[in-house]
């Protein structure tokens, strides 16, 4: 039996993940680009001319970008595994456990 919880948690983590690389992805792309084929770098903006920055800031920059993506996807799969290996929902003690078999009632009341 899986762990539910762990593989809520590791699709929520790999569809962050995918989210963020989605959404923010595209400022970061550009930077390869850039340092590969031109070899100068430049900051963009909507109202102003763009700005010469330092090319390995830049890369830095997309590093970190790239590695917190894949550190969330790559956690979320570490959830997923541990979900569909865990058996947390099997070690339940039997005082706790509830249902039909096992009513445990405390106001003393039948259940039919």
């Keep these: 039996m899986s ?6 948690i590791g699709v ?3 569809f962050s993940g995918f989210l963020i ?5 595209e400022n ?11 070899g100068n770098c430049f ?4 109202d102003r001319e763009p700005i010469p920055i330092d090319c390995s800031a830049k890369m830095f920059d997309q590093s970190l970008f790239f590695g917190l993506v894949i550190g969330l996807i790559s956690a979320g799969i570490i959830a997923l595994i541990k979900g569909v290996k865990g058996d947390w929902d099997n ?12 009513d445990n009632r405390t106001d003393g009341s039948d259940s039919s």
């Design 3 to 8: 762990d539910i919880r762990f593989v809520l």
């Design 12 to 14: 929520g983590l790999i």
């Design 21 to 25: 690389l989605g959404i923010f992805g």
């Design 28 to 38: 970061f792309q550009s930077s390869n680009i850039e340092t590969t084929e031109f």
């Design 43 to 46: 900051e963009y903006s909507e």
């Design 91 to 102: 070690k339940v003690k039997p005082e706790d456990m509830v249902g039909p078999s096992r």
